[in-house]
Nanobody, 129 residues
Framework: QVQLVESGGGLVQAGGSLRLSCVAS????????IHWFRQAPGKEREFVSA????????VYARSVKGRFTISRDNANVTVYLQMNSLKTEDTAVYYCGARESVGWDSLPTPGGQGDYAYWGQGTQVTVSS
């Protein structure tokens, strides 16, 4: 059993930065690739970024590539999402999800909510102009 808790959200001006954390409980954290999604009001949940079990492989949505960086620390059961050069359109609730992955450096493709073993409760990010 794994529980995920996101934190680090808040209110920031456009151009600013935030670092989100996704902290896991449970001993099997390293068995999962971790994906970040976000959901803005009135919109569908949108894939943001993903990282493999060993942190060796990452992928980003086109809308955040070059501005966001995902990383993980398996010893501390945490995945980070460093968000720089934030834009108003980044405003959303950000969620992390754990998806089973066979290979240490493989990246499961983003899926629907039911494809993930665990989800966090989300953290709100608001970017003001």
């Amino acid at each position: 059993q794994v529980q995920l808790v996101e934190s680090g959200g808040g209110l920031v001006q456009a151009g600013g930065s935030l670092r989100l954390s996704c902290v896991a409980s449970g001993r099997t954290f390293s068995s999962y690739a971790i994906h970040w999604f976000r959901q803005a009001p009135g919109k569908e949940r949108e894939f943001v970024s993903a990282i493999s079990r060993n942190g060796g492989a990452t992928v980003y949505a086109r809308s955040v590539k070059g501005r966001f960086t995902i990383s993980r620390d398996n010893a501390n059961v945490t995945v980070y999402l460093q968000m720089n050069s934030l834009k108003t359109e980044d405003t959303a609730v950000y969620y992390c999800g754990a998806r089973e992955s066979v290979g240490w450096d493989s990246l499961p493709t983003p899926g629907g909510q039911g494809d993930y073993a665990y989800w966090g409760q989300g953290t709100q990010v608001t970017v003001s102009s």
